[in-house]
Structure formats: structure tokens, C-alpha cells
């Protein structure tokens, strides 16, 4: 039961996204842009979230970047955590985390794309955290 209601959090995630105009992937292009072996992942679990950085922190060791979809850059840059959080639709916003300083390059305000696997458990509060696969900036 949880898995399921995980898969269809995920999908309607996947769905919300593309309606607010994330960039989605294809297949071939997220397998092409990771570094992620085929025999560790497979490509259908990879999906792309698009949006600005927030904020980031360290919790218990590991990076931490809240990134929000739908907000310009200067909005990004000013409105806080709960700012952010009371204007804008939680299929909007994730929490990405790495252990692997993939954040480590990346400041508040910058556009991003993440790439993260649905297939690895993630905890459920209302804003959905996951763990981040690869991060770019984008100009």
C-alpha cells in the first residue's frame, strides 16, 4: 500500500511538473547527461526538476537544497523558506539532498536542474525531499 501510494505520489509529482512547465528529460538524454551506471539505475527512474535555489543548508552531514519551480530568480534570492512555502504549490518546491557535495558550487538564487531516482525511498513530509542524482546550473 505505501508503495503504491509512494508511485502514485511520484506520478502525479511527474504530472504537476510537466503542467507548471518543468523541464522533463527524455530517457535518452537523462542517461546521456549522468554519470549513473544503466546497472545501478535505470532510466525510467531518473526524472529532471527544474527551478531556483533557495535555499541550502547541512542537516546531520548532509547537503541540502530546497528548489522551487515557478518563482523568478529575484524571488528566489528574497523570500524566505516559509515565504516560499506559503505562495507557491508544494508540487513546486523539493528538498534535494547529497552527501556527494553536489551542491557544494551552487548559491541561492542560481537556476538548476536536478536529476533524481524514483526509485530510492524518500521521506514524505509535505514538501517531498530526494535525493539529488546530478545538479546543473543553468543560464
Known sequence: MKKAYSVALVFSLFLTGCQAENRTKTESEVAESTDVSSEE???????????FVVEKKIESGREMALVVNG???????????????????????????????????????????????????????????VEAVKVEKID
Open 41 to 51: 539505475k535505470t532510466d525510467e527512474n531518473l526524472v529532471a526538476f527544474e527551478g
Open 71 to 129: 518563482i523568478s530568480e529575484k524571488e528566489a534570492k528574497n523570500l524566505s523558506f516559509y515565504e516560499v512555502t506559503g505562495e507557491v504549490h508544494h508540487d513546486n518546491i523539493l528538498w534535494f539532498t547529497s552527501d556527494k557535495n553536489l551542491f557544494s558550487e551552487i548559491e541561492a538564487g542560481e537556476k538548476v536542474e536536478v536529476i533524481w531516482d524514483t526509485s530510492i525511498p524518500h521521506a514524505e513530509p509535505s514538501i517531498i525531499t
